[in-house]
C-alpha cells in the first residue's frame, strides 16, 4: 500500500480517537467527579418513555419517507429541486422554532383547531406522546427523506433501461431494483433518526405535556443542574450511551448491500412509471408532505417579518457569530468525516471506527458540555474559549450526519472502480484526488450545508462556556424571550432560519452539479 | 541574553497587571446581564465610582446558577454570586463556598428576611398571568381552577425556578393534601416546559388561557408595550414569594470590592433599576417610588414562603408527588 493511504487512515483513526475522547472522555470526567452512582424507578420510567417514542418516530419518519422520496425520484417537475430543498429546512431548524411552527399549525391555538371549530368538530391536542413523535416526522422526516433519495439517485440508470426493456412493471421493479436499495439505506437512516430522538431534550419536554414525557436527557439535566448529582448524570448518560451501542450493533446486521454496481452516471429514465394513476398518487405525496413541512415554516417567517427591521445591533453581532462558528465546524467536520469514511472503507477496525462516528449522536450534550468545563476551567476562563469550543462541539455533534451521508456513496464508488484503481495502482492521496473526490463533490457539498446549519442551531449545551459579549444567535433569541421581547425573538428566529437555509443552499448548490 | 530579555518582558508584564483596574466578577443568570436586563445600567452605575471593571459571567437560570457555583468550587473568578433565590439558598449555604455578607439595611419585603450570607436584591409573587379579554373572571384558588376548564401552562420545576415555586407554593398552601391538587390540576395542564420564556411563548400565542409568571409581568405588557390587557390572578389560600438573594464567594481576590458592591446592591443606584428592567418588585423602594403602573399591579392579600432549610427538605418529596399525580 502506498504511503499516503498509510497516513490517510491514520488520520481517520485520529478522527475517531477525538471524538471517543470527546464522548466517552467527558463521561469519565464526569464520573470522576461523581460521589455516588444512581438509577432509581424514575429513571427507568424514563427509559422506557425514550426508547418508545424514538422507536416510534423513527419508524414512522422512514416509513412515510420512503413514499415522499420514491415520488421525488420517479417524478420530474418545475420547481422539484426548490421542493427538495425546502422540505430539508425543518431538520436545519433549531428545535425551539420548530415547535414554535409546529403549534402554529397543530395547537391549541393553531390553524389545524380553527379550521376544526369552523366546521363544528372537537379540538384536537398536539400534547402528549403523538405530540412528541409528531414533532420528530416533522424534524426528522426531511433528513430520511435525502438519505433515501440519494440511495434512489444510486441505482444506475442502466438498470431501469434495463427493467424497462424486460417490461417489468412497477411492482416488479419496486421488487428487484428498489427493495434491495431499501434494504441497504433504510437501517440506517432509521438509526440516526432513532438516535436523535434517543437524546431528544427540548421537544419532549416542551410537547410532552408533563413529567410522564421524561426522557433520559432531561433526567441528565435535573441531574446536573437541580441535584448536582454527577454520578446520577454520568450513570444516565452512561445508559444512553448504551443503548445507542445495541442499536447500532443490531442495525449493522440488518443492511444488505444491494450491489447493483455502477452505471454511467446518466440521469435514469422511467418507463414504468408512465400511468396516470401513478403520477397522480406521486403528485397527491409530494403535495402532502410539502404541505406538512412547509406551513410551519410559513408561519414561524410570518411571525418574524414584523420584528425584523427593528432587531438590535447585538442580534446581529450574534449572527455573525453564529455564521463565523458554524463555517468552522464545517471546515472541522467534513473532511474529519471523509477521512473517517475512508479508514472504515480501508475495513482494519471498520467496526470500532463506524461505532466512534456515532457516538456524538448518543452522547448527552450536557455531559459532554459539562465534562469539557470541568477539563477547561483549571486552565483558562471558559467565556474565552467559547466560541473555538463551540466550532468544536458543533463540528463534532454533526459529524455523524456528514459521515451517514459520505459512507454509502463512497462505498459504491469503491465497489465499482475500486479493482480498476487498485490495477492502475491509483492509491493514497492520488486515489483521493482522481477517484474519489469528484464523485464525491455533490454529497460533500450536502454534507457541507448539513453540518453548517445544524451547527447554526447550536447542538451542544454550550451556554456553560458564553459569557455575556458571546452570545449566539440561538442563545439571542433565548434571550430575547426571557426578556418578554416575543416579537423579536421571532424576528431572530427568523434570521436564524434564513441564516441556516442560506448557509445550506450556498454549500449544496455550490457543490452540486447542474446536470443531476 | 535570551534570559533576560524573557525576564525584561515578563516583569514589564508583571507590573502593567498591576498597575490594571481591578475587576469584580459578577455571576448571574443570563437574562439579568443582557441589554435588555440591569446588567449595563449596573455595571454603568457602580464603575462610575469604584475605580474597578465590573464583568458579568453568566448561566442560564438560578437553578443553573448554583450548578455553576457547585462546578467551579473554590476556584471560581467569580466574586458575587446575583440571582439564587430562597428555594435554593440552603442548597448554597451548604456547600460553604459562601462568605457572610455583614450587611444590615431595612427591605421592603412582604416578609421578615435575614440571613447572613445572602442578601435580597428583588423580589415577585408568583401568579398566574392571564388576558383579561379572554378570561375575564380567572379562578381565585387552585382549587377553583382544578375544578374549571382553564387551561395553563406550568415550568417544570425539576428545570425552572418558577417551576420550584409553583411546586412549593402547593405544597405550602396544602401540605398533605398537595398530591390530590396536582391530580386534580392534571387536566387543566396544557404542558409543562423547560423554562419560563418557552411558557410565556406560549401563552402569548395562544396556548393556554393562563402561564405561571409573577404579579409583575402585567407591568411589562402595560409599560413597555402599553397593553393593559394582561392581569394576575391572586389566590384566596396566598400567592408563593420568589425573593432574589446576591452572596459573596468566600474565595474572591477582591473581598472589598465584592463587599462595596453588595453595599451598592441596596441603594438607589441599583434599586432604581429594577422595576422595569427585571420586571419586579425592588427590595428597596427607591424613594421616587416605583413606575407609574405598578399602581395597578394585583397585590395578594396573603402571602406565602417557605424558610429556606423547609423549602429544602420539602423538594424531594414533594417532587415525587408531582410527578407521581402528573405521570398518567
Redesign the interface.
Known amino acids: 500500500m502506498a504511503r499516503g493511504a498509510g497516513a490517510l487512515t491514520r488520520a481517520g483513526v485520529g478522527v475517531a480517537l477525538v471524538l471517543a475522547a470527546l464522548t466517552l472522555g467527558t463521561l469519565a470526567v464526569v464520573g470522576l467527579r461523581a460521589e455516588s452512582a444512581g438509577f432509581g424507578p424514575a429513571d427507568v420510567a424514563a427509559l422506557r418513555f425514550t426508547v418508545a417514542q424514538a422507536a416510534v418516530s423513527a419508524a414512522l419518519s422512514v416509513g412515510l419517507a420512503v413514499p415522499v422520496a420514491r415520488a421525488l425520484a420517479r417524478r420530474r417537475f418545475p420547481g422539484r429541486r426548490l421542493v427538495i430543498g425546502l422540505m430539508g429546512v425543518p431538520f436545519l431548524l433549531p428545535v425551539l422554532v420548530a415547535v414554535l411552527g409546529l403549534l402554529a399549525v397543530f395547537g391549541r391555538g393553531g390553524i389545524l383547531n380553527a379550521a376544526l371549530a369552523e366546521l363544528g368538530w372537537p379540538p384536537v391536542s398536539i400534547y402528549g406522546f403523538s405530540g412528541v413523535v409528531l414533532a420528530h416526522v416533522f424534524l426528522n422526516l426531511p433528513f430520511a427523506v435525502r438519505m433515501i433519495l440519494s440511495g434512489w439517485q444510486d441505482i444506475p440508470a442502466e438498470r431501469f433501461r434495463l427493467a424497462a426493456a424486460l417490461g417489468l412493471g412497477p411492482v416488479q421493479v419496486f421488487r428487484h431494483l428498489e427493495w434491495p436499495m431499501l434494504r441497504e439505506v433504510l437501517p440506517g437512516a432509521g438509526m440516526v433518526v432513532f438516535l436523535i430522538c434517543l437524546t431528544s431534550f427540548a421537544v419532549a419536554l416542551t410537547l410532552g405535556g408533563g413529567p410522564g414525557a421524561t426522557t433520559l436527557e432531561l433526567a441528565i439535566y435535573q441531574a446536573l443542574l437541580f441535584d448536582f448529582d454527577l454520578g446520577r448524570a454520568a450513570t444516565l448518560a452512561a445508559v444512553q450511551f448504551g443503548l445507542c451501542a445495541v442499536t447500532v450493533a443490531v442495525l449493522s446486521r440488518l443492511v444488505v448491500p444491494s450491489g447493483f454496481g455502477a452505471g454511467l452516471d446518466r440521469v435514469p429514465v422511467r418507463w414504468d412509471t408512465r400511468g396516470a394513476g401513478l403520477r397522480l398518487w406521486d403528485m397527491m405525496v409530494i403535495a402532502t408532505a410539502a404541505l406538512f413541512l412547509l406551513v410551519p415554516l410559513v408561519l414561524v417567517v410570518r411571525a418574524g417579518v414584523p420584528g425584523l427591521a427593528g432587531l438590535p445591533a447585538s442580534v446581529w453581532s450574534a449572527a455573525a457569530r453564529s455564521v463565523a462558528v458554524a463555517l468552522a465546524a464545517t471546515a472541522l467536520a467534513v473532511p474529519a468525516a471523509l477521512l473517517l469514511a475512508l479508514a472504515i472503507h480501508r475495513g482494519r477496525g471498520a467496526r470500532w471506527l463506524e461505532a466512534a462516528g456515532m457516538l456524538p449522536l448518543a452522547a448527552s450534550s450536557l455531559v459532554l458540555g459539562t465534562g469539557l468545563f470541568l477539563v477547561i476551567h483549571p486552565v483558562v476562563a471558559p467565556e474565552r474559549v467559547a466560541l473555538p469550543v463551540t466550532a468544536l462541539v458543533n463540528a463534532a455533534m454533526a459529524l455523524p450526519f456528514a459521515l451517514r451521508l459520505i459512507l454509502p456513496p463512497l462505498r459504491g464508488i469503491e465497489a465499482a472502480y475500486g479493482r480498476l484503481a487498485d490495477a492502475l495502482g491509483l492509491a493514497g492521496w492520488a486515489r483521493l484526488r482522481w477517484l474519489v473526490l469528484p464523485r464525491l463533490r455533490p454529497v460533500l457539498g450536502l454534507a457541507a450545508g448539513v453540518v453548517a446549519a445544524l451547527s447554526m442551531g447550536d447542538l451542544g449545551a454550550i451556554a456553560l462556556f458564553a459569557g455575556q459579549d458571546r452570545a449566539t444567535l440561538p442563545m439571542a433569541v433565548q434571550q430575547l424571550m426571557g426578556a418578554y421581547r416575543m416579537d423579536q425573538a421571532a424576528a431572530a428566529a427568523l434570521l436564524l432560519v434564513l441564516l441556516s437555509f442560506g448557509l445550506f443552499w450556498l454549500f449544496d448548490r455550490g457543490a452540486a452539479r447542474a446536470d443531476i | 541574553m535570551r534570559t533576560s530579555a524573557f525576564a525584561l518582558g515578563f516583569s514589564a508584564v508583571a507590573t502593567m497587571a498591576a498597575a490594571e483596574t481591578p475587576v469584580l466578577t459578577v455571576m448571574t443568570y443570563?437574562?439579568f446581564?443582557?441589554?435588555?436586563?440591569p446588567?449595563p445600567s449596573v455595571e454603568k452605575a457602580f464603575e462610575a465610582d469604584c475605580g474597578c471593571d465590573l464583568?458579568?459571567?453568566?448561566?442560564?437560570d438560578g437553578?443553573?446558577l448554583?450548578?455553576?457555583v457547585?462546578?467551579?468550587g473554590a476556584?471560581s473568578?467569580a466574586d458575587v454570586v446575583l440571582g439564587l433565590d430562597t428555594s435554593l439558598t440552603a442548597e448554597a449555604a451548604a456547600t460553604g463556598l459562601f462568605a457572610p455578607h455583614g450587611v444590615s439595611v431595612r427591605t421592603d419585603l412582604p416578609v421578615e428576611f435575614a440571613d447572613p450570607l445572602f442578601l435580597p436584591f428583588d423580589w415577585g409573587w408568583f401568579a398566574f398571568v392571564h388576558d383579561r379579554n379572554k378570561l375575564a373572571t380567572p379562578p381565585d384558588s387552585f382549587e377553583a381552577l382544578a375544578a374549571s376548564d382553564v387551561?395553563i401552562v406550568i415550568q417544570?420545576p425539576?428545570?425552572s425556578t418558577p417551576g420550584?415555586g409553583l411546586l412549593l407554593w402547593v405544597k405550602a398552601a396544602y401540605g398533605d393534601r398537595a398530591g390530590a391538587i396536582w391530580e386534580a390540576l392534571?387536566d387543566n395542564?396544557?404542558?409543562?416546559?423547560?423554562g419560563?420564556?418557552?411558557a410565556?411563548?406560549?401563552f402569548?400565542?395562544?396556548?393556554?388561557d393562563m402561564v405561571l409568571s409573577y404579579t409583575t409581568?402585567p407591568a411589562?405588557?402595560l409599560i413597555?408595550e402599553n397593553d393593559p390587557t394582561k392581569a394576575a390572578a391572586v389566590f384566596r389560600e396566598g400567592n408563593y414569594l420568589q425573593v432574589e438573594v446576591a452572596g459573596k464567594l468566600a474565595a474572591s481576590d477582591q473581598p472589598e470590592l465584592a463587599d462595596r458592591f453588595l453595599a451598592f446592591m441596596m441603594t438607589e443606584g441599583f434599586q432604581g433599576l429594577i422595576a422595569t428592567t427585571n420586571?419586579m418588585y425592588p427590595a428597596v423602594t427607591p424613594a421616587g417610588g416605583l413606575p407609574e403602573g405598578f399602581a395597578t399591579l394585583a397585590m395578594p392579600a396573603k402571602t406565602l414562603l417557605m424558610a429556606p432549610e423547609e423549602a429544602r427538605a420539602a423538594r424531594g418529596p414533594a417532587l415525587d408527588e408531582?410527578?407521581a399525580a402528573?405521570?398518567?
Open positions: 443570563d437574562s446581564a443582557t441589554e435588555w436586563g446588567g464583568r458579568f459571567v453568566t448561566a442560564g437553578a443553573a448554583l450548578a455553576r457547585k462546578l467551579e476556584r473568578e387551561k417544570d425539576r428545570s420550584l392534571a395542564i396544557v404542558t409543562v416546559t423547560p419560563w420564556s418557552e410565556y411563548g406560549l402569548l400565542q395562544g396556548e393556554a409581568s411589562y405588557h413597555a420586571w408531582w410527578r402528573l405521570a398518567r
